[in-house]
């Protein structure tokens, strides 16, 4: 009985994400919450980026990841639209967090041909940066996070395009940190590499350890 009450709850309220279907997923010998964070494990070892997993705690918050040779934080969640993000955000700033944040949703390559900017470079996820106004308050400021061939070392890499242009997987800025990818290209590089992660977090039986 009760569980069928929960359900018609859940059918009032589509538009609340819930997490409760994640699925432990086993990639590399870590033991992932969930399937898509083992997915974005794969993904950045496909692009050569260095990471890791549940780096720190801000008093309730653990982002999922820090990656670059900057270890910048990287939370992800199973989002495709922006204004699912507003209680993850409110919730990062609220942990007294004051580094930047790159924020991933369910998959880099949704909707591609939308993403494709001015600079030929995909949009990849957003950067959660933060400033304070008079009041000492803080506020949130997102900017959008492309992904593509670094201008400097010719190596992947993520840029912030806006603003004071920075690239924190290899901590380039300005013109060095500029990436680019042609859209034929995003086949062959973004979309191929996500879809490879895909197949080497594919869901196994997890063998725990007496």
Same mark, same amino acid.
């Given at each position: 009985?009760?569980?069928?009450?929960?359900?018609?709850?859940?059918?009032? $309220?589509?538009?609340?994400?819930?997490?409760?279907?994640?699925?432990?997923?086993? @990639?590399?010998?870590?033991?992932?919450?969930?399937?898509?964070?083992?997915?974005?494990?794969?993904?950045?070892?496909?692009?050569?980026?260095?990471?890791? @997993?549940?780096?720190?705690?801000?008093?309730?918050?653990i982002?999922?990841?820090?990656?670059?040779?900057?270890?910048?934080?990287?939370?992800?969640?199973?989002?495709?639209?922006?204004?699912?993000?507003?209680?993850?955000?409110?919730?990062?700033?609220?942990s007294?967090?004051?580094?930047?944040?790159?924020?991933?949703?369910?998959?880099?390559?949704?909707?591609?041909?939308?993403?494709?900017?001015?600079?030929?470079?995909?949009?990849?996820?957003?950067?959660?940066?933060?400033?304070?106004?008079?009041?000492?308050?803080?506020?949130?400021?997102?900017?959008?996070?492309?992904?593509?061939?670094?201008?400097?070392?010719?190596?992947?890499?993520?840029?912030?395009?806006?603003?004071?242009?920075?690239?924190?997987?290899?901590?380039?800025?300005?013109d060095d940190?500029? $990436?680019?990818?042609?859209?034929?290209?995003?086949?062959?590089?973004?979309?191929?590499?996500?879809?490879?992660?895909?197949?080497?977090?594919?869901?196994?039986? $997890?063998?725990?350890?007496?």
């Amino acid at each position: 009985m009760e569980s069928n009450k929960r359900s018609k709850l859940v059918d009032q $309220v589509p538009s609340k994400p819930s997490f409760a279907h994640a699925i432990e997923t086993a @990639y590399r010998n870590f033991l992932f919450r969930s399937r898509l964070e083992a997915k974005y494990a794969a993904f950045f070892d496909l692009c050569g980026w260095p990471w890791s @997993y549940e780096p720190k705690d801000y008093g309730g918050w653990i982002p999922d990841f820090a990656i670059g040779t900057t270890a910048t934080l990287v939370e992800v969640k199973p989002f495709f639209h922006e204004e699912q993000w507003d209680e993850t955000v409110s919730k990062i700033i609220a942990s007294g967090c004051r580094e930047p944040v790159i924020l991933l949703g369910a998959d880099p390559t949704w909707n591609l041909e939308r993403r494709i900017t001015g600079q030929t470079a995909p949009q990849f996820g957003e950067f959660l940066l933060e400033y304070f106004d008079r009041g000492d308050r803080v506020l949130g400021m997102r900017w959008d996070l492309h992904f593509g061939v670094t201008e400097k070392n010719g190596l992947l890499g993520l840029c912030m395009m806006d603003g004071g242009w920075w690239n924190p997987i290899w901590d380039f800025n300005e013109d060095d940190a500029t $990436v680019r990818l042609d859209y034929r290209d995003c086949e062959k590089i973004l979309v191929a590499r996500w879809a490879k992660a895909h197949n080497a977090s594919r869901w196994m039986k $997890v063998k725990r350890e007496d």
